[in-house]
């Protein structure tokens, strides 16, 4: 029996907030198969921005993302030699978002989208304290565990959270992998720029429309699409307005390999436009450590190259004069969980 419909409600741009677009790529969700709804994504005449619409509504959350959603299961959905690669990839990457900063353990990070807090436990092992490390997640689960182990966990959406948290406080934000997911990014990067301290520093990665992947797989079976999950994708130029109207300045876009996109678009083609389904099974992104290590080498050196991949790193610093907000600085004592 084929999944019912989810439902669905139009929206505006989440960059500029128009309501001007076209449509530009269609398809299902190739992935989990949660509805037999057929998405499209649509891009904003105004700015420039890619996102889908109509999309579903937030009642549909547990749908879209099932049980079985990787990020829930990633340590046992990834293969062991890819966790173990991730991992060491993964260390170099945490070190580089502290290393600006001449006093370490004294340092205040916040990870939105903090999964299992895989990143705040390697923070804690370079040296930061505990207490001085938080989290944000829509996993109690997970939230509960961090908070017993010393870790400032906060479960919810940020912005159900973000009244907890203290503002000009943060000297490290990181967003990674999650702005394509949220209902308002405009918003999203507004707050984030409000809770980060002057001099502070967002360190944002998402995917890119840039990329050569992206291209390609335009019509619809770019694994960036994600359909339904992704609901905005950006590029350099909607970036820096979202991080520029936010207050904030941009540093420096960094191209990041996007090996899962490239596999997951064979996929996609594979299994639905080639109708080779038995082929498309050996496209894993999560599996298959051949396809990972070749896509990940091809983004690798075109990067280096100078060529914009699909996955994109963005650093952007707020500015060391006062803020224009007029509002107090809400306080560390007065964090709602910790009284």
Known sequence: MSPSSLQLKFVRCGVCGADNWHPCASGKDYEYDTSNDVFRMVRCKECGNVYLNPRPAEVEFSRIYPPNYYAYNYDTAVHPIARRAKDWLDAGKVKSWIAPFETKRALRVLDVGCGNGRYLTMLHRLGLAKHQLFGVEM??????????????????????????????????????????????????VRCLGRLLRPGGRLILETPNTEGLDAKLFQGGCWGGYHFPRHWNLFDRRTLTRLVTDAGLTVDRFKALPSHAFWILSYRHWLAHHQQRPRLASLFDPLQNVSLLSVFTGFDWLRSKMGVWTSNLQLIAVKPKSPPLSSSPERPFGNLQHLS
Do not use: S
């Open 139 to 188: 996993d109690a689960t997970a939230i509960d565990r961090l908070n017993a182990e010393g870790y400032q966990g906060f479960y919810g959406r940020l912005e159900d959270v973000a009244d907890e948290l203290p503002e000009n406080y943060f000297d490290v934000i990181v967003l990674l992998q999650v702005l394509e997911h949220v209902a308002n990014p405009a918003e999203t």
